[in-house]
């Protein structure tokens, strides 16, 4: 059974720092092509960043770039997101997602891409 364990989120102030991480168990890390999603109180689920399975290509949602970076280590199973110059719009809860099927070189930027997801963790940006 694939679980994703998601940790990092706080409470930060506008222009502050958090790193979130995901660990996989369940199957080999390197088979799933990863992404981070947030969503925030009555808005919809959208796509942040992804990275294929490799860690040679990534995606971003327009807003964040320069600002996040993700990575993945597939020797710990785990996929990072770094968080740099936090604005309060980006205070949502960020879950992590896992994508086993097609290319796994290719990045998802749909929820439909992926297939299994973490329990999400809270990030509030504070004005």
């Known amino acids: 059974q694939v679980q994703l364990v998601e940790s990092g989120g706080g409470l930060v102030p506008a222009g502050g720092s958090l790193s979130l991480s995901c660990t996989v168990s369940?199957?080999?890390?390197?088979?799933?092509?990863m992404g981070w999603f947030r969503q925030a109180p009555g808005k919809e689920r959208e796509f942040v960043s992804g990275?294929?399975?490799?860690?040679?290509?990534?995606a971003y949602l327009d807003s964040v770039k320069g600002r996040f970076t993700i990575s993945r280590d597939n020797a710990k199973n785990t996929v990072y997101l770094q968080m740099n110059s936090l604005k309060p719009e980006d205070t949502a809860v960020y879950y992590c997602?896992?994508?086993?099927?097609?290319?796994?070189?290719?990045?998802?930027?749909?929820?439909?891409?992926?297939?299994?997801w973490g329990q999400g963790t809270q990030v509030t940006v504070s004005s």
């Open positions: 369940g199957r080999t890390f390197s088979s799933y092509a």
């Open positions: 997602a896992a994508g086993s099927r097609g290319r796994i070189s290719m990045v998802r930027t749909t929820p439909s891409g992926y297939d299994y």
């Open positions: 990275i294929g399975g490799s860690g040679g290509s990534t």
